[in-house]
């Protein structure tokens, strides 16, 4: 059952990168949109996770705030899909033109310093077209990783889909990872990771919205063990179909404290410059799990 399951996913996917990607904009705006409201009058447990999520996120909004956030949130999640399966066939200038970003000198100044740069986000917006933009505009290779997926075939489509955007894409799992995102730092090179939600159980916990959350500690000791300077960057859409953005300022190591707790003061300052974004424009953070430790331990049993 589950490997019919895993090739049926992979099959989906496989039709959306083929077949959207070949639709009238319109067309494909229009299909992202009707699908994420079927999803989410039929209440699966990912849109009542997604509720839930945006509960902590928003705490004094009604029962119909709420609905109305989760309904602008699968829109938004869409919109993000129906762009993936069809960025491998924008041009390069469209690339360019689909993303405007504020403080992008933070960037800027970062990568000319030569020192090396690691971009931190939040599941917001579209990172992968953030990325895109990066390698078109900026002309900035950088390396990034990916979850593993199954069955291999979707990992496989994944890291085929972001190299064609122009990234080294790494797999998460494995030791090898780190070292290598370390030396491409040491070379005065960029890396950009998805940090919002821990993969490993060995994470950092910080305080987000008020409770506590377990982020990565990547971003934080791939900074002090390289000397690269560490962004936290932003991202959102408005009605029009250019996503926004804001790279923050860079976080500091501080001058004191152990590893351990230099990494816990960064990762918490990570987690505020998302809860900023996040709180701004919280129908377009993609949460569709469980993050909170709360409701971690609520599910273990």
């Not at 990568?111 to 078109?136: C, E, F, Q, Y």
């Not at 972001?162 to 799992?173: A, I, Q, T």
Request: glycine fraction near 8%; include cysteine; charge should be neutral.
């Amino acid at each position: 059952m589950s490997t019919t399951r895993e090739r049926l996913v992979d099959a989906l996917y496989g039709a959306g990168w083929s077949t959207v990607k070949k639709l009238p904009e319109p067309v494909a705006v229009r299909l992202g949109r009707t699908i994420a409201d079927v999803a989410w009058r039929r209440r699966g447990k990912s849109v009542l996770r997604l509720e839930s999520n945006l509960a902590r996120v928003v705490p004094d909004a009604s029962p119909e705030r709420l609905q109305q956030l989760s309904r602008a949130g699968m829109r938004s999640y869409l919109r993000y899909w129906m762009e993936s399966f069809r960025l491998p066939s924008w041009s390069a200038d469209r690339v360019r033109n689909g993303f405007d970003v504020d403080d992008v000198h933070h960037l800027t100044d970062a990568l000319a310093s030569d020192k090396g740069v690691v971009i931190a986000l939040p599941h917001l917006g579209n990172w992968d077209l953030a990325g895109a933009w990066v390698t078109a505009k900026l002309e900035t290779p950088f390396t990034t990783v990916a979850e593993r997926l199954k069955p291999e075939t979707l990992y496989d489509r994944f890291v085929a889909y972001r190299e064609s955007l122009g990234m080294e894409v790494l797999p998460h799992e494995g030791g090898s990872a780190f070292g290598t995102l370390a030396r491409r730092l040491r070379a005065g090179g960029l890396v950009c990771l998805v940090a919002d939600r821990d993969l490993s159980e060995s994470g950092v916990e910080v305080k987000f919205f008020g409770d506590t959350a377990r982020m990565p500690a990547g971003p934080a000791i791939l900074a002090q063990q390289t000397g690269a300077l560490l962004l936290p960057v932003t991202l959102w859409y408005d009605e029009s179909p250019v996503m926004r953005g804001r790279i923050h300022g860079p976080i500091e190591v501080p001058e004191t404290g152990t590893r351990a707790e230099k990494t816990s003061v960064m990762t918490q300052a990570l987690a505020d410059a998302f809860a900023t974004g996040i709180a701004d424009h919280p129908e377009d953070w993609h949460m569709l799990q469980r993050l909170w430790l709360a409701d971690l331990e609520e599910r273990r049993p």
